[in-house]
C-alpha cells in the first residue's frame, strides 16, 4: 500500500487572541496536501501555548513531517521555541520551514540545526512534492523540487525558483480545520464580523524595502471573478461575515483585469480594506470608480513612502509625490479613507528627509483631514534577500551604523530575536538613528494620532478621543512635537489604538 503523508501545519504566536486573523497561508498549503495526503493546523494565534499544543498533537498521532510558517519581527522566537521542542522529543521528524523568514534569509534559516528544509516563495506545490519524497529524500529527488532549499552535509542547496501560479481548483479554503472559523470573525471599524481575505498574490512592482517584491519577484496573479465570488459568498453566507479586509499586497492593479473583482464586490456589498497604489487608483475611470463606490470600498492603505522624488526613485516605488497629493483628494470625493504609509529616517540625509515628510503629511492632513497616516522606520532589505532578478541591479544607500561602520546582518534565527533586529524587521527601528531622532520621530506620532484619533479605534470612547484631539492641537498647529508628556499621560488612561502596531 503507498503512504498517505500526514503533515502538521504550524502559525507560531504572532499577535493577540482578539487580533487573530485567519492563518491563510496554511489553509492553502492544507488545500494542496490534502489532495494527496492529510494535513492539521495548530494556531499559535488562538492556541496560545503553541509548543505544548503541538507536543500534545504529535503525541496523539503520528505526522510524516511539521511545516512551520515563519515571519520575521515577533514571531521568530516562537518558531524557534516550537522547532526546538519538536526537534527535541521527535528528533527524526523533519521540520520544514516556509513563509517571508526563509525565502528572505535562506541561509540563515537553514544554519538552524532545528530546520531541515526551507521553501521559498509560495508553497503550495513545493511542499505537497517535498513531502512525497521523504521517505527518500535522494539528493536526485530533492533537487527536481522548485522552490526548495536543502542541506547537503554543511552545503546549503538553493533549488530554482519556482513560478508561482493562482490555479482554481474549484474548493473552498478548508477553515473547518480551524475548529470553530467564526471566532476569527472580529468587530472592525468595517462591521461586526470582519473577514481577512486575501485574492490576489504578489505585486508588479520591485520596491527595495518590500519582502513581497523580495518574494515574488514582481509577478502578480489575480483570482476569477468567479472564484473571488465562491470564496466570499462562503464567508458571508456560510460564517456570517459582514465586511472584508484584504490582505491581497496589491488588490487594486491594471483596471481592464480589476473590473470583474470590483462587479463581485459590488454585488456583495461588504464594506472592505485593502492595499492599494497612488498611481493605480488615479488611472481609474469614473465608471470602475462608480463600482468601486457601489462596492462600499472603505479604506485604501497606500505606500507613499517619502515626499523626496529622488528617495521613491530610490527604492524603485515607481510613484511620484504629486500623486500622493491627488490620490488623497480623489479619495475624498469618493467616500474612500486613505491610509497613507511612510517611511521615514533613510540612511542618507536621515533628519532632512525626516521632517520634510513630517511637513508632507501635514498638506496631506489639510488635502483630506480624513487621511490616515502611518509612520514607519525605512529599513531596507540586506542584497542578498532580494529577489535574484534584483540583485546588483543599482548602487543602493550605503547601511552604515551611527560610528560608520557597515551594518551586519543577524547569521542565524537566534540573532534575529535580539530587540534591535525585531524592531528592524517591524520598521520599527535602524542602526542609523539617534537617540534624539528616534525620540523626536515618537513624538510626532504621538502628537499626530492624539490630534487626528484613527477611525480604526473602537475601543476608546468617543468623548476621550475628542478631548486628547482637543489636548493636541496647539502642539500640532505650532509644530511643537517635542516631549509631549501631557499626551503621553493622557495616552496610559485612553490607550489609543496604533494601526502600525495592531492592524484592523
Not at 476608546?460 to 489636548?471: G, M, Q, Y
Request: hydrophobic fraction near 40%.
Amino acid at each position: 500500500m503507498t503512504h498517505t503523508h500526514r503533515t502538521l501545519l504550524l502559525n507560531p504566536t504572532i499577535t493577540s487572541r482578539s487580533s487573530a486573523r485567519f492563518p491563510l497561508s496554511l489553509l492553502n498549503l492544507a488545500a494542496s496536501i490534502d489532495r494527496t495526503g492529510s494535513s492539521r493546523i495548530i494556531d499559535g494565534n488562538v492556541d496560545r501555548d503553541i509548543v505544548g499544543e503541538t507536543l500534545r498533537a504529535m503525541e496523539m498521532e503520528h505526522f510524516d513531517a511539521v511545516g512551520v510558517s515563519v515571519m520575521g519581527g515577533p514571531q521568530i522566537a516562537p518558531s524557534i521555541a516550537v522547532s526546538r521542542a519538536v526537534r527535541e522529543r521527535y528528533p527524526n521528524t523533519p521540520i520544514i520551514w516556509g513563509g517571508y523568514f526563509p525565502t528572505l534569509y535562506t541561509d540563515t534559516a537553514l544554519s538552524a540545526p532545528y530546520v531541515d528544509y526551507a521553501i521559498r516563495g509560495q508553497g503550495e506545490e513545493s511542499l505537497p512534492e517535498l513531502l512525497k519524497t521523504l521517505h527518500d529524500p535522494s539528493e536526485a529527488n530533492l533537487g527536481r523540487i522548485g522552490g526548495l532549499s536543502w542541506k547537503r552535509g554543511d552545503e546549503h542547496v538553493h533549488n530554482a525558483n519556482r513560478r508561482f501560479s493562482l490555479g482554481d481548483n474549484g474548493l473552498v479554503l478548508p477553515y473547518e480545520k480551524l475548529g470553530d472559523p467564526s471566532r476569527y470573525l472580529a468587530r472592525t471599524f468595517l462591521g461586526r464580523r470582519t473577514a481577512a481575505h486575501q485574492a490576489a498574490i504578489g505585486c508588479r512592482f520591485r520596491c527595495t524595502f518590500c519582502g513581497v517584491a523580495a518574494m515574488f519577484g514582481g509577478t502578480t496573479a489575480l483570482p476569477t471573478a468567479t472564484r473571488l465570488e465562491r470564496e466570499l459568498s462562503y464567508l458571508k453566507y456560510e460564517l456570517g461575515a459582514d465586511s472584508i479586509q484584504f490582505f491581497d499586497h496589491n488588490f487594486f492593479d491594471r483596471e481592464v483585469d480589476m473590473i470583474p473583482l470590483l462587479e463581485v464586490m459590488a454585488k456583495l456589498e461588504m464594506p472592505w480594506w485593502c492595499y492599494a497604489r497612488a498611481d493605480a487608483l488615479l488611472n481609474l475611470s469614473e465608471s470602475t470608480w462608480k463600482l468601486v463606490r457601489k462596492s462600499r470600498l472603505r479604506m485604501a492603505y497606500i505606500g507613499a513612502e517619502s515626499p523626496s522624488g529622488a528617495m521613491l526613485k530610490e527604492i524603485r516605488k515607481g510613484t511620484r509625490p504629486d500623486q500622493t497629493l491627488e490620490v488623497a483628494e480623489l479619495c475624498r470625493r469618493n467616500g474612500v479613507i486613505p491610509e497613507l504609509s511612510f517611511m521615514v529616517a533613510p540612511p542618507v540625509n536621515t533628519v532632512q528627509e525626516t521632517e520634510h515628510t513630517f511637513e508632507f503629511i501635514r498638506e496631506l492632513k489639510r488635502i483630506n483631514p480624513a487621511s490616515e497616516i502611518i509612520v514607519y522606520i525605512y529599513t531596507p532589505l540586506p542584497e542578498s534577500s532580494k529577489h535574484e532578478k534584483d540583485r546588483g541591479k543599482r548602487a543602493s544607500m550605503p547601511l552604515l551604523d551611527l560610528h560608520g561602520e557597515p551594518v551586519v546582518f543577524p547569521a542565524s534565527p537566534e540573532e534575529w530575536m535580539q530587540p534591535q533586529w525585531v524592531d528592524y524587521a517591524c520598521h520599527a527601528d535602524a542602526p542609523w538613528l539617534t537617540d534624539d531622532l528616534r525620540q523626536h520621530i515618537r513624538d510626532f506620532v504621538t502628537v499626530l494620532r492624539c490630534r487626528f484619533p484613527t477611525v480604526q479605534d473602537l475601543r476608546s470612547p468617543p468623548w476621550a478621543k475628542r478631548s486628547l484631539s482637543a489636548i493636541a492641537a496647539w502642539r500640532y498647529r505650532h509644530r511643537r512635537y517635542d516631549r509631549p508628556w501631557e499626551l503621553n499621560l493622557a495616552n496610559r488612561l485612553v490607550r489609543l489604538r496604533m494601526p502600525q502596531v495592531s492592524g484592523l
